[in-house]
C-alpha cells in the first residue's frame, strides 16, 4: 500500500498520475476550501475533516493581541488549544502568551476563564456545518518540482501549470516555506518566486561568516537578483541563522557585529582618541549604534577605553594617561577639574587616572591643600625661587605659600639639599629653613664636577649604632671633627631600605668645632621583620668652603618576629618573671573610640598569635570610670624565653597601652612592632561600626574573648571561680543576645551549678575541666551559627 511521501502514513488519499507520489489528507495539497457562513471564516480540507466539518470558533472568547474571535484547535498529542481567526494575528495559546494546553475542554475553558480568553466558563462554539467550496486538488511533489527548477519562476507560469488562482499559489508557497520543504522569497510586487538553492545559501551564509561583510550589489550579480530581493535573502538567512550585524545607512553593505567589533578595536586602539562621527563613517552606520557596540567593546573588557567628550568621543586609557603626562609636565600645577576640562573627560575618572599614575611612579609629585596637583619638578623649583629670594623663611610660611603640608616641605628641602640644588640646611628645633645660595642648574652641575670629592677616609670620622625603643629602631650617627679646624653645613642623611618607615631623612649641623663630635638621632619604624642594611650620606664644607661627602657605613639591623607557642603560665608567674625581663611599650590616645571596643580589639589582635590569657579584669577606677587590664603569656619557638604581654585600656586617661617583657631585644621590637601594625588593622575596623550595633559588637566580642579565656583557665587548672565568673558574664551576655529559648544556656546553667560547689580558691578538678574546654567548643560553633560570629 502507497504511503505518504511527507509522513510515512499509508492512510493516504491522493496519489498522482503523473509522478506517483501519494499523499495523505494533511499534506496532499488543494485548493478546495470549507467555509461557516456566520463567521465568513475558512477552513482548509485537511482541517475541515479533523473538525468533522463543523465551525469551532468560540464565541465568547476574545484574542489578547487583536481582539478577534478564538478558535479551538488540537494538537497531534491530543491536547486542545486556542488560536486567533485572524491570520495576520498568528496568536495562539500553545506558543504564545499565556502558555495554555489542555487535555480536556473543560480544563482549558477554566483556564482561558481565568486569564480572560472567554466569558464564563464554557467554550461557547459556533459547531455550524461547514459549506464546501469545490476546489482543486495538486500534487506537492510536483508543485515542488517546478519551483525549483529555476531559481526566478513567474506566477504566471505556476498558475497556468496548476490552474490555480494567485492567493492559493502565494499560501501553498507560504506553506511550504514554514514547512521548510523548500528556501526562497516571494516577491508580490513583481509576480515572482526566487528559489534559492541549499548550494547558493551555503554560499551566502560563508560570505558574510568568513568575511565579516557582504556587499549588496556584488551578491546580486552573483545571485541574478535585484537589489530588495538580495536585502530579503539576507534578512532571511541572518534571522535563520541568528547572525547580529547591521547593515549600512544606504544598504550597500552588511556587516557581522563580530566584523564592526574587531575592527573597532582595531581602530580605537592605532588612534588613542577617536570621535563616534568618525568610528560610524567607517561602516556608514548610525552614530549612536557605532556608540552602542562601544558600549559592547568596553563591558567584554576587550579594550580599556571611556568616553569622552560628552560622549562623543572614545578614548583608551593608555591616551588618558599619555595626555596627563604632557598636560602635567605643562602646567606643572592644575586642578582636577581643569585636567579633566582639558582632556575633556569626567573630573571622577582624571582623578583615578592621576592616582594610578602616582601609584605606578610615571608622574611625581602631591596634592595640595588647595585641592590641586603639584609635580615635583615644580615644587622643587618654586621652592628653590622662594629660597633665593628669602634665604631665610618658617617652614609654615612655606607651607602656606605653597598650600602643602610642612612634612612634604621637610621632605622635599632634605632632597634638594642633598643633592646639591640648594645649599642650606634646615633647623629643626625654630622650624626654619636657611639657604647659603641656590645654584642655578648650569652652575650646580659644574660644581657637583668640580666641588664634590667623595672622601673615605681622614680627619672627619663618622660612627653609627643602633638599639631598639618603644617598638621602633634608634638609629645614632655621630660626626667626630679630628681635624685642626671647624666644619660647617653638615647634613646628615640616613638611607634606610623601603621596610622601614622613617619621619625625618635629613639632619643639619650647622657648626662641629674642631676636636669635637655631634650626633643626630633617627628613628625607624619597622614594617615587616628580617635584616636590612641601612646606610646613608654625611655632606660637609670645611673652612674653605670646598665641599666633601663621607658615606656611612652600612649597618645590618635585625628585626625579629618570634614564632611563639602557648605557654600555660599563671600571674604569680608572669609577675616574677617580668621583674628580669627587658621590656618595651607603646600607648596611643583613644578619646575617638569606646574604650570598651577598643579592649576588645587588642585582645583580638593578640588571637593572631599563639598566646595565653593569663587573667583579665574589666572595671572601673575610683573616679567611676571604664578600666581594663588583661595579661598574656607566649613562648619563642625558635629561641626559647617567655614573652609577656600586658593590654591597658583607660578611659580616664583616654589611652592604650600595649607593654611587652622578653628577653631578646631584636623580638621585643619586632613582636611589639607587629601587634602594633594589626591593633591598627582591628582599630579601623571598630571605627566603621555603626553606634546602633555597638553594643552588640561589644557583647559578641566579649563573649568570643570569655571563651577563649575559659579554655586557657581550664588548660592551666585555675582557680573555679574565676572561671565561673567569665561563664556567667558569657551567660548574661548570650541571654541578651538569644531570648531564653536557646538549648545553649541550660548547659550554661549546668557548668554555673558545677562549679558552685568549689571553695573560693578551690581550683577546678582535672576531670571536670576537660569536660568543660570540650563544651566550651561546641558553645562557640553554636553561638557562630546562632549569631553569625
Known sequence: MPKCKFCESEKTTFTCEKCNASFCINHMASTEEWICKKHQHTYSKASAAEKFYRCTIIENSKCPECDALLRLERLSSGQYYLECTDESCGWNSYLKTPGLFFPTKEQLAREAAKNKLIKGYRLELCRRNLKKNIGKEICPDCFLELLKRAHITNFSTIMESFNIPANQLIKLIDQYINEERIYGIVDQKTQMFYYISEEVREQVLSKIQDKGKINIKDLGVMLDMNSDIVMKVIYKIINQYQIRGSFSQDKSFYYTQKYIMDNLIKEIKEKGRISLTKLAKLFGIPKELTKSFCVNIMRTGAINSFFAARGNEIITAGQIYSEIKAFSKEAGLFELSKLAENLKIAVELARKSLHELIKSGSIKGIFTQRREFMTRKYLENKIKELARAYRTMPLRELSNRLGVTESSIEEN???????????????????????????RTGERTQRKREDVEPIDEGKIEVVRDYDFEGGQ????????????????????????????????????????????????????EPKNCGSSNVGGTVIYKDASGKKHTINIKKKEVQIKCPLVCTNLSNIEDCQLAIQTLPNDARAFLIADLDPRLTFRAAIRTLKHFETSTVTSHEGNDPNGMYEAESWHCAEAKMTGGRIITRIFVSEGSQSLEVRVWCGNAGQLTGFLARIIELLFEEINIIRKIKSEEREKTIDVMAITQNLAEISDYCMLRWKAQNIRNKLHDTFVRLRKLLGDNEAILGRIEFWLTQLNKYGKDDKISDEEADKLVNDVEKFKSVIARSIKL
Open 413 to 439: 628641602l632634605a632632597q634638594l639639599i642633598g643633592k646639591g640644588d640648594i645649599d642650606g640646611y634646615i633647623d629643626l628645633h625654630k622650624r626654619l629653613f636657611v639657604a647659603y645660595s641656590v645654584p
Open 473 to 524: 629602631v634608634h638609629m645614632k650617627v655621630a660626626v667626630r671633627n679630628k681635624s685642626n679646624m671647624a666644619i660647617n653645613n653638615v647634613k646628615v642623611i640616613l638611607d634606610a631600605p623601603s621596610s622601614f618607615k622613617m619621619k625625618q631623612p635629613l639632619f643639619s649641623i650647622p657648626v662641629i668645632e674642631s676636636k669635637s663630635s655631634r650626633g643626630v638621632d633617627f628613628y625607624l
